[in-house]
C-alpha cells in the first residue's frame, strides 16, 4: 500500500488540541491518538458516529490556518448548527482512484509538472501529499462470452487496446511519490478497497486516527458498509485533496435510518438495498449523510451493509454509514488483516466511543431525522427499466412491464404504438430459428462492485445455477451472459463451493475482473440480434446484478435495464423474458416434461450461509492479496519512461497534455461577466453525467469518430471513451454524445443541438466549435437534479473545452455542480418556485449574466435577456473556498499559485 500522510510526524505544539493526545501500549508498541472523551463535552455522544469522524479530523489538524477551533466548535455544536449551512473544512485520510478518472488526474498532474517548471517553481513538488491508491478495473470489456477461454481473451484485448495507457500509468506509479496502481485483473475498485485497501483506522508514525477516503467513482461509499467514511467527489476535487487541500463542505445533516427485523428466508441483500433507495429517494436525503442503527443492523454481514452504502449515490444521500461492531472486526479477520492492526483499530475507536452495538439502544445518537425499515416486509424485487430507483416487486414485472411499454416516453415509458405491442422477429442463430419480441431478454449479466462482494448473493447464484441445471433447465443461446467477479476472492470461494461448472453450463462464464457491463463496457451484441432487435425497433431488456441502469448506459441496444440479484440475472435469462411471472409460468420443463418453477430451484438463506460459513475463509484473502500488484504478466512487461516530467508524444491518440493552463500566470485572471450568450443545450430535468460525460463505444458518425480517422486509424481501433479520457482533444469532441440525449431544441433524442444564428443542425461539438469561431459566449439550460448520476470529472471539463461560461438549472447534483466550479464554469439556479417554464424562456434568447466584482457565498445576480425581459438567479458558489477557487480559474490553477 502507499505510505500514509507524512502530516503527522511533527504535531505542532500551536495545536490548541494537543493536550488531548493519549498513549496507549498494544502489545509492546507505543501509540498517540487524540481522545475526543477528554474534550470533557456531552455533546460529543449525541453526535452521529459519522460526525465524529469529521470532527476528530478537525481537531486533529487544527493549525489556526487551514482548520480553527471555531471549525471544530461548529462539528461539535451540530445539533444546533445542523440547520445553518455552516462551512466545515474536512481533511480526508486518503484519495481512491479507478483508472477511468484516475488517468485524467495522472495527466493532470503530469502538466502541472510541465507549467510549474515554465513558471519557475520546482515540478518534482507535484506529488500526492495524502496516499492515493489506484485500482484499473474499468477498461476491460466483455468482447467474448460464454467461452471457457472468455477471461483470456478479454484480458489480451484488453491490454491491446490500452497498451499507451497502461504505460503511462505505470510511469506514474513510479514518478509520482505516495501513489500505489492496482494492475488491471485485479478486480473491482471498490471491493479491494473493502478486501484490501481500507484500513479502517490509519497508523502513521504511532499516530493513530480514523480512515477516511475520497474517491473519483460516486460509490466509493460502499466502504461505509465497513464504517470508514467516504463519499465519491469529481476528480479535480480529488486531485485537490491528494495535493493536501482540504474539502471544504456544508455540516451536514444526518437521517438515522433504523433496521428492525430479519430477512425472510428467500429474499436478498440486493432486495433489501433497492427497497431503501426507493424509500430514500422518496423521502429525499440529496446532500445528507444517512447513518443506520437499530437491532435489524446486527443481522446484516458487511457484504450486505456494503451493498447498502454502495447505492449511496442512487438514494441520493452523501454517504449511508454504518458504524464500527464487532460484525466489523469480524470481517476484518476474515480479510486477513494482521493481528496487529486489528488490537489497534479496536483499542482506538472503543477509546474514542466509535465502536457500538448495534442491539444497545442507549447508545443511538441525535439524528436530524429518522425513518424505519422492518427487514421481514422486504420482498424480491428489480428496478427499472431507466433509474435505479424505480422498484419493482417481482410478482409486478409483468404487468410493469407491458404498463411501460404503452405508457408516455420518459423514465416509466417507451410509447410502442398498439399496432406494434405484439411484433415478433424471428431470426436465425446457430442453425436454429429463434424469435426475439418486446421484452426478449438479450443480455444478462453478473457483474458491478454492487452484488459481487457479497458472498451471499454470488453464492445464491451458483447454488441456483447448480439447480437448473440439475433440472435440465437451459438459457437461450443468443442471450449474452457473463459473470465478472469483483475480486480474485470470488472466482476462489465460487469454485471451492463447486458451483462454477453450474455457472458455465448456463453460459455464465467468467469474463473478467472490472467494472463491465455496469459501466458499458458490456461489448457487442451478436450481429444477428443486433439485426433483429433494429428490424423490429423492439425494448430488448438487459438484465444485471448492478447499481446503475440509466439510457443508453449499459448498451445501445438494450432500451430497457433492470437491477436485480444475481440470482433473479440467471431466472430471467432462463426465462428468455422479461415478461413472467414467476409465481404462475414455469422457467422450463424437465426431461419428464414437469414444469419446473423458480421456487423449485432458489436457495433459502440458510443454505447459502451454510455453504458460505464452510468457504469464504481467510486463506483465500491472503492468497488473492498477497501477489495483488505482481500477479499480472503483462503488466510486469510493460516498459515505461523514468523521466520526472512526461515525455509526451505528440502522435498519441490516447495521452495528450491538456490545454487547461496553456496561458496561465501567476497573477489572477480578470473574470468579466458574460454577454449575450447563446444557449448550446437546452435540457429538461434528470440529465446525468452519463448524457453529458463520454462514455461507451464511440459512434463511427460523431466527431470523435472523424478526429481518431484524421489520425489514421481505423473503426475497430477507436476503443472507448473512457479509454481516451486521458486526451482532451477526443474527450471534447464526446462531450454531449450519448444517443439517449434529449435536447429541447431537438424533435428526436441524439447528440445534436441548434445553432441558434443560422438555425442550423449539427453536432454539439460543431456548435461549440462555430460559437468559438464568432467569439460567442454559450450556457446552458436545465432543469431539476442536472448532473445526477457517477462522479465524473469530464462532464464538467467537457463543457468547459466547449467554452460553456454558465449551467442555467433548477437543482444540481452535489459533485457536479463542485465540478463546475472546479473548471472555472458558474452554477446559476433559479429562484425557488421559478424555471425556464414558468419565465417563459425558450432558449433562444441571448443572455447577459452580471458577475458580481467580488464574488461571495449564496448571491443573487441579474440575468437580462435580448428580449428585454430581467430576472434574478442564485450564484451556487456554497463555500468561500469555492469562490476563491472560481476567482482562479479553476482549482487546479488555484493549487498550481499556492505551489509557486
Not at 439510457?551 to 422479461?578: C, D, K, M, Q, W
Amino acid at each position: 500500500m502507499s505510505s500514509p500522510c507524512l502530516q503527522f510526524e511533527h504535531i505542532s505544539n500551536q495545536n490548541p488540541y494537543a493536550h488531548l493526545i493519549q498513549t496507549a501500549t498494544i502489545n509492546g508498541e507505543n501509540y498517540r491518538y487524540f481522545s475526543l472523551p477528554e474534550l470533557n463535552d456531552v455533546r460529543y455522544e449525541r453526535l452521529p458516529f459519522s460526525i465524529r469522524v469529521l470532527l476528530e479530523s478537525c481537531v486533529r489538524n487544527c493549525d489556526h490556518f487551514h482548520i480553527h477551533t471555531k471549525d471544530v466548535e461548529n462539528i461539535l455544536n451540530w445539533e444546533v448548527n445542523q440547520d445553518e449551512s455552516i462551512e466545515i473544512p474536512f481533511k480526508p485520510a486518503r484519495v481512491l482512484l479507478q483508472d477511468f478518472t484516475g488517468v485524467p488526474a495522472v495527466v493532470d498532474f503530469a502538466a502541472m509538472r510541465d507549467v510549474v517548471k515554465r513558471l519557475g517553481g520546482d515540478p518534482a513538488k507535484i506529488n500526492p501529499v495524502c496516499p492515493a491508491d489506484l485500482v484499473i478495473d474499468h477498461s476491460v470489456q466483455v468482447d467474448v462470452s460464454r467461452s471457457s477461454d472468455a477471461l483470456q481473451q478479454n484480458e489480451i484485448r484488453e491490454f491491446e487496446r490500452n497498451e499507451e495507457r497502461f504505460r503511462f500509468l505505470k510511469w506514474g506509479s513510479i514518478a509520482l511519490k505516495n501513489m500505489q496502481i492496482i494492475p488491471p485483473g485485479s478486480g473491482i475498485v471498490h471491493q479491494v478497497n473493502l478486501e484490501y485497501l481500507a484500513r479502517v483506522v490509519f497508523s502513521s508514525n504511532g499516530m493513530l486516527y480514523p480512515d477516511s477516503v475520497v474517491g473519483t467513482d460516486s460509490h466509493t461509499t460502499m466502504v461505509n458498509g465497513l464504517g470508514v467514511v467516504g463519499w465519491g467527489v469529481g476528480g479535480i476535487e480529488a486531485e485537490a485533496v491528494m495535493l493536501g487541500q482540504s474539502i471544504s463542505m456544508v455540516l451536514p445533516k444526518v437521517v438515522g435510518y433504523k433496521l428492525i427485523g430479519e430477512l425472510d428466508q428467500y429474499t436478498t441483500s440486493t432486495d433489501v438495498v433497492l427497497t431503501i433507495t426507493k424509500h430514500l429517494r422518496s423521502v429525499g436525503v440529496v446532500g445528507k449523510f444517512v447513518e443506520f442503527y437499530g437491532p435489524g443492523v446486527a443481522q446484516l454481514s458487511i457484504a450486505d451493509r456494503s451493498t447498502i452504502s454502495n447505492m449511496c449515490p442512487e438514494y441520493g444521500a452523501t454517504v449511508g454509514y454504518f458504524p464500527i461492531d464487532q460484525m466489523s472486526m469480524d470481517y476484518l479477520q476474515q480479510t486477513n488483516r494482521s493481528e496487529e492492526k486489528l488490537s489497534y483499530i479496536e483499542t482506538f475507536l472503543k477509546a474514542n466511543k466509535m465502536f457500538r452495538d448495534y442491539t444497545k439502544s442507549e447508545e443511538d445518537p441525535i439524528y436530524s431525522d429518522y425513518y424505519e425499515l422492518d427487514l421481514s416486509t422486504v420482498s424480491s424485487c428489480c428496478s427499472g427499466p431507466k433509474r435505479p430507483h424505480d422498484k419493482v416487486l417481482v410478482t409486478n414485472m409483468k404487468e410493469d412491464f407491458k404498463n411501460c411499454l404503452t405508457s408516455p416516453a420518459g423514465f416509466k415509458g417507451f410509447q410502442i404504438p398498439p399496432d406494434k405491442l405484439d411484433i415478433t422477429i424471428p431470426f436465425e442463430f446457430e442453425s436454429k430459428e429463434e424469435i426475439l419480441s418486446h421484452g426478449s431478454v438479450v443480455m444478462a449479466a453478473i457483474t458491478s462492485c454492487t452484488n459481487t462482494s457479497n458472498p451471499s448473493v454470488m453464492l445464491g447464484a451458483g447454488l441456483l445455477a447448480k439447480k437448473a441445471v440439475d433440472a435440465g433447465l437451459k438459457v437461450l443461446p443468443y442471450i449474452k451472459t457473463s459473470l465478472s467477479p469483483g475480486s480474485g476472492v470470488v472466482t476462489y470461494y465460487l469454485k471451492e463451493s463447486g458451483v462454477i461448472p453450474y455457472l458455465e453450463e448456463l453460459g455464465f462464464n467468467i469474463v473478467g475482473y472490472g467494472c463491465m457491463t455496469c459501466i458499458g463496457n458490456s461489448g457487442p451484441l451478436s450481429d444477428e440480434v443486433s439485426t433483429a432487435i433494429e428490424k423490429g425497433d423492439l425494448v430488448a431488456v438487459g438484465v444485471l446484478s448492478g447499481n446503475r441502469n440509466y439510457e443508453g448506459r449499459v448498451h445501445p441496444l438494450t432500451r430497457a435495464n433492470f437491477l436485480a440479484s444475481p440470482l433473479l440475472v440467471i431466472a430471467y435469462a432462463l426465462a428468455g423474458t422479461i415478461c413472467i411471472d414467476f409465481e404462475t409460468e414455469p422457467l422450463g420443463y424437465n426431461a419428464d416434461g414437469k414444469p419446473i418453477y423458480l421456487k423449485d430451484i432458489w436457495p433459502t438463506r440458510n443454505e447459502i450461509q451454510v455453504v458460505e460459513k464452510k468457504n469464504v475463509i481467510p486463506a483465500m484473502f491472503k492468497e488473492v492479496y498477497s501477489k495483488i500488484t505482481t500477479g499480472n504478466d503483462r503488466w510486469n512487461k510493460l516498459a515505461t519512461p523514468d523521466d520526472l516530467l512526461y515525455p509526451w508524444n505528440p502522435r498519441s491518440s490516447y495521452i495528450k497534455s491538456p490545454p487547461f493552463f496553456d496561458n496561465m500566470t501567476k497573477e489572477l485572471p480578470v473574470i468579466d461577466s458574460i454577454k449575450n450568450a447563446y444557449v448550446l443545450m437546452n435540457f429538461g430535468d434528470s440529465v446525468t453525467t452519463d448524457h453529458i460525460s463520454p462514455a461507451g463505444s464511440i459512434a463511427r458518425n460523431s466527431p470523435a469518430a472523424r478526429y481518431l480517422a484524421s489520425l489514421n486509424l481505423k473503426p475497430r481501433e477507436f476503443n472507448s471513451y473512457g479509454s481516451r479520457r486521458g486526451n482532451d482533444a477526443v474527450m471534447a469532441r464526446g462531450t454531449f454524445a450519448n444517443i439517449r440525449l434529449v435536447n429541447k431544441f431537438m424533435s428526436k433524442p441524439g447528440p445534436k443541438t441548434l445553432h441558434i444564428p443560422t438555425g442550423a443542425t449539427m453536432d454539439v461539438f460543431d456548435a461549440a466549435e462555430k460559437y468559438k469561431q464568432t467569439n460567442d459566449s454559450v450556457i446552458i439550460l436545465a432543469g431539476k437534479e442536472y448532473g445526477s448520476g457517477s462522479s465524473r470529472d469530464w462532464a464538467a471539463k467537457g463543457p468547459s473545452m466547449l467554452g460553456v461560461r454558465a449551467v442555467l438549472a433548477e437543482s444540481f447534483e452535489r459533485i457536479h455542480r463542485s465540478n463546475l466550479i472546479g473548471m472555472g464554469i458558474i452554477p446559476l439556479q433559479y429562484l425557488p418556485g421559478e424555471s425556464a417554464e414558468s419565465l417563459g424562456l425558450t432558449g433562444k434568447e441571448q443572455y447577459t449574466i452580471t458577475v458580481p466584482s467580488e464574488i461571495k457565498p449564496q448571491l443573487t445576480t441579474t440575468v437580462e435577456l435580448s428580449t428585454g425581459k430581467t430576472f434574478e438567479v442564485l450564484l451556487r458558489f456554497d463555500t468561500d473556498v469555492e469562490c476563491t477557487y472560481f476567482l482562479n480559474g479553476g482549482i487546479l490553477n488555484y493549487m498550481i499559485r499556492g505551489m509557486l
